[in-house]
């Protein structure tokens, strides 16, 4: 689907505030309410937006310990990156999982409550996966800049 200008206009809308009401919305785009609420249930249906969700903070609820892992495989048997992939969307402590080019095969993000979790993490869920030949962990110190979302202005 080719996204035309009003569509980008809702989406940075969206982005920044999903509990919009559709009126406010359609005045801050420039729409009437009618087209505006067709404009987003076409952008649903479409798959363009996923869902709709609360930015939390995790520090605040007690996941502190916040790291970067970068995972190589020994080799790249279909089975091996099924079960891992598998298993990793199924662990509530992985943020966010990319499989990438370079030195390591995937990359996760990861938080858990401390370093006793994430290292129970490790032995009972990421050692026990067949194929995994080393995790390289890099632990966040800061977080500079965490942004949902992407600018979609013209």
Known sequence: MELEPQDRRILNCLQKNGRISNQDLAEAVGMSSSACWRRVRMLESNGIIKGYGAIIDADATGLQFHAILHIMLTRHKPENQ?????????????????????????????????????????????????????????????????????????
């Open 82 to 154: 099924r079960d891992f992939v598998r298993t990793i969307r199924a662990r509530p402590e992985v943020l966010g999982c990319y499989q990438t080019t370079g030195d390591a095969d995937y990359h996760l993000i990861v938080r858990c409550a401390n370093k006793e979790d994430y290292n129970r993490f490790l032995d009972d869920t990421l050692f026990r996966l067949p194929g995994v030949a080393n995790v390289r962990t890099n632990l966040v110190l800061k977080e500079i800049k965490h942004q949902i979302g992407v600018d979609l202005d013209d």
